[in-house]
C-alpha cells in the first residue's frame, strides 16, 4: 500500500488567472466608486470610505461576492457554519 502525503505538490497552489475579478469585477468595482465619489462631494466621509472599501472588495472577489455575502449572512444569522 502506498502511502499519500498530505503536503501541497509544489504546482498544486494558486496560479495567476487561475481566479480572478475579470471584466465584471471591475465595472462592478467602477459603479460602487462612482457612487463613493458622489458621497465624498457631498461630504459624507464615513459612507463614502465605505463604498471604497466595498467597491474594492468587489473588484478582488470578482463573480464570487454574491456567494460571499450569501455565506456571512448564512453564519450570521442562522449559527450554522459552512
Known amino acids: 500500500m502506498a502511502r499519500t502525503s498530505k ?3 509544489p504546482g498544486s497552489g494558486l496560479s495567476l488567472g487561475e481566479t480572478g475579478a475579470g471584466a465584471g469585477g471591475l465595472i462592478a ?6 457612487g ?4 465624498f ?10 463604498l471604497v ?3 474594492m472588495l468587489v473588484y478582488v472577489a470578482g463573480p464570487e461576492f ?3 455575502i ?3 449572512l448564512t ?6 457554519h459552512l
Open 7 to 9: 503536503v501541497a505538490e
Open 29 to 34: 468595482a467602477g459603479a460602487v466608486f462612482v
Open 36 to 39: 463613493a465619489i458622489v458621497f
Open 41 to 50: 462631494v457631498a461630504e459624507s466621509y464615513l459612507i463614502s470610505m465605505s
Open 53 to 55: 472599501s466595498l467597491a
Open 66 to 68: 454574491r456567494k460571499l
Open 70 to 72: 450569501q455565506s456571512s
Open 75 to 80: 453564519v450570521f444569522f442562522s449559527g450554522r
